[in-house]
Nanobody, 115 residues
């Protein structure tokens, strides 16, 4: 069982920055993948960024060049640095881990970007 706890969401004006953090209960080094998804009101949950075992990194086209995902294997933390935020980035952001083929989700953290 993997538990994920997000933090760092909040309210920010367009053009601002936020950093999200995700603390995992297990060794993230052993996960198949770990990353961030988001869900805006009335929309489907979508991938934002993720790290895949072996070193690959995926970003949604809409956040490339603005968001950066990183990890700290010692602290079992994953971060999402979000710069140049736009109102369309407003959503609940979820930490996700894939471990032995199973998906695990955090509770989510709200990010609101005002215009």
């Amino acid at each position: 069982q993997v538990q994920l706890v997000e933090s760092g969401g909040g309210f920010v004006q367009a053009g601002g920055s936020l950093r999200l953090s995700c603390l995992a209960s297990g060794s993230i080094f052993s996960f198949n993948a770990i990353g961030w998804y988001r869900q805006a009101p009335g929309k489907q949950r979508e991938l934002v960024a993720r790290l895949i075992s072996g070193g690959a990194t995926n970003y949604a086209d809409s956040v490339k060049g603005r968001f950066t995902i990183s990890r700290d294997n010692v602290k079992n933390m994953v971060y999402l640095q979000m710069n140049s935020l736009k109102p369309e980035d407003t959503a609940v952001y979820f930490c996700n881990a894939v471990h032995y083929g199973l998906d695990y989700w955090g509770q989510g953290t709200q990010v609101t970007v005002s215009s």
